[in-house]
């Protein structure tokens, strides 16, 4: 028999059809279900950082051991373990109520139990036939959604996607199909030149459908927006565009940046005027639709034919989770059906409209639904309620703490709209400068200095960006529902303790 040391290390012992061939199996699933927990307390502990900075040449090289290489041979349980404990400590914890970086924070317990379970089911979303519980999971939750956005009796269809710019990309694509359905199998030349509408603050992924789908970016008008920053739409500009067809126009509800929300009942009529598709980008507003406080900011969505609506935004569901909501029923699968033999046999014994995979722009789909129908159960309608109107309250908080703050400058004036509160940082040594070029300068590098030294300290973490002729700002955002007034408190003053000898 080959010595010890050459025989293969035991990796992980495959679960056999007869059960766990190998104790140590349960005995590994046990230690990582411990190393899991353990982090969540740790994300929960304030003392604790919300990220151990590395540059990618020292994760490359190896950290203490900690190598990114692919072994030839099989690790040991023993070193998969520690390969799992590494990954979480050189990681950023989103889910630190510090962590205020991007629109997705948090870790909710029940949609990662959620999550948990759907990896160990480990089934596909494209037919009734393997998914039986989540496909009814998927219809009954798009559903309520659907009602939530005011289509009488939850009617129409939809499903979840990878994200909301794919989300964004079904909504043209089944816009144009509903003018133009030739194109699915002539192509873009069986069309006339489409032109479609957005506002110049809208997510960069409605430029992108319209370069991936064929339309060209100049044939996406981007509209100006007025000082709150929300699209408005002072000519119409599709009468002066001759030869062109206008077939679609975005309405943000919660714009990345600014969080703004455009007038859907103003573009509204305009669509129904000149009859073009209305799509409301709702990805990262769609949360506040739970809100009966803040809901009215998206007054006339139940008049979009189709809706992007992110719910591992504002509700807290673990990434991904994105819903396209359609307004009429048949066109996802008019415009995307294959009809491929394999899955979708006509004579199966079941009804097979339960099967979604050909409607899918997707083959095989994710099983995003079940830790979001999970959490929903949890924590009722009223629950997502209360945990959104928290944050909204937050923001408030922030913004009412530092609009006439000394050192801080606000981006826009008026209570924000959504969670969104942008604003600048200015060191004392910029304080008294004259407006002008050299200010802007040296405002431009305040933020990216000051982020880089709170990820290099771990203390917290908050975006920046320019916006237009507006330098570097910063963009605050709350959709972390542990987070709490005394984290706002302390950004605020993090900023001013990293900032002020700029
Ligand atoms: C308004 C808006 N739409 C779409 C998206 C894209 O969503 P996802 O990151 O899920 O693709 C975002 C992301 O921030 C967004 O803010
Ligand atoms: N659409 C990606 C998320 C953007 C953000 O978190 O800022």
Redesign the pocket.
Known sequence: APSRSARPKICCPAITPEGTREEPTMQFLLEVVEILTSYIKKTFDKSTKVLDFHYPHQLLEGIEGFSLELPDQPESLEQILVDCRDTLKYGVRTGHPRFFNQ?STGIDIVGLAGEWLTSTANTNMFTYEIAPVFVLMEQLTLKKMREIVGWPNGEGDGIFSP????S?MYSVMIARYKYFPEIKTKGMAAAPRLVLFTSEL??Y?IKKASAALGFGTDNLILLNTDERFNSCFILFLCSCLQGYVPVYVNA?A???VFGAFDPINDIADICEKYNMWLHV?A??GGGLLMSSKHRHKMSGIHRANSV?W?P?KMMGVPL?C?AILVRERGLLQGCNSMCAGYLFQPDKHYDVTYDTGDKAIQCGRHVDIFKFWLMWKAKGTVGFEQQIDKCLDLSAYLYSKIKNREGFQMVFNGEPQHTNVCFWYLPLSLRHLPDGEEKRERLHKVAPKIKAMMMESGTTMVGYQPQGDQVNFFRMVISNPAATRSDIDFLVEEIERLGQDL
């Open positions: 629109l994200g909301g710019a794919i964004n809208s997510h992924s943000t919660g714009t990345t980008d990805a990262w992007t992110n591992h991904q994105s």
